[in-house]
């Protein structure tokens, strides 16, 4: 049964740490997604990937998050430096080529910034 | 841009009620619509689909209507289960497949026996 899988499941950190968030998409899939979960904004896109290449990273703050696909079996989204507001449930996804519309999502890392 | 508006919860409910549960939505061209069921400690998983207007998507005895004259897409089911309990997500797409979601806030739904 092909899953998604991420480490770690849950992640608290101090103000100010590095954080870093690792993503394996299913085998195959090609298009990989982030989005994060909080009460107040729900679920929203903060980048996604296809091939390895980003496609859109605008809902990302730049000057502190950054996502890349080192290789096609892995995603990292990582913050530098954390804030509270940071804390969150940060989703992976993945998916196939442009006619398949299923997301298979991960089951989150919950990050909680002190 | 595109949005998606679905009813506040949670909604609780009675084990066989019957569950409605609304979504209207607001997208430039043909967008494909979506539900997404969340169950507790897990990530998003597709209940449903539907990508042209008319669709009726059903999974699981859930059935959606992609209604284009009314941009609405509402979750039913004639007789829930406890097993039912969880968060459920609208959402659509605008372009085509394996392009980023816009969902709505979830409904949580609990259903007692």
Redesign the interface.
Known sequence: DAR?TQTPRHKVTEMGQEVTMRCQPILGHN?V?W?RQTMMQ????LA?F?NRAPL?DSGMPKDRFSAEMPDATLATLKIQPSEPRDSAVY?C?S?????????Y????TRLTVT | GNSVTQMEGPVTLSEEAFLTINCTYTATGYP?L?W?VQYP??????LL?A?KADDKGSNKGFEATYRKETTSFHLEKGSVQVSDSAVY?CAL?SN???????????TRLSVIA
Do not use: M
Not at chain 1, 42 to 45: A, D, I, R, T
Not at chain 1, 95 to 103: D, H, I, L, R, V
Not at chain 1, 105 to 108: E, M, V
Not at chain 2, 41 to 46: A, C, K, N
């Open positions: 998604v298009t997604f989005y729900g679920l929203e896109l996604y296809r859109d989703f996804a998916g196939w080529g442009t006619e398949s519309y299923e997301q999502f991960g089951p989150g | 494909s979506f997404y400690g897990e990530g998003l998983q597709l689909k990508t997500f797409t085509s497949g394996n392009t980023p979601l816009v969902f709505g806030k979830g």
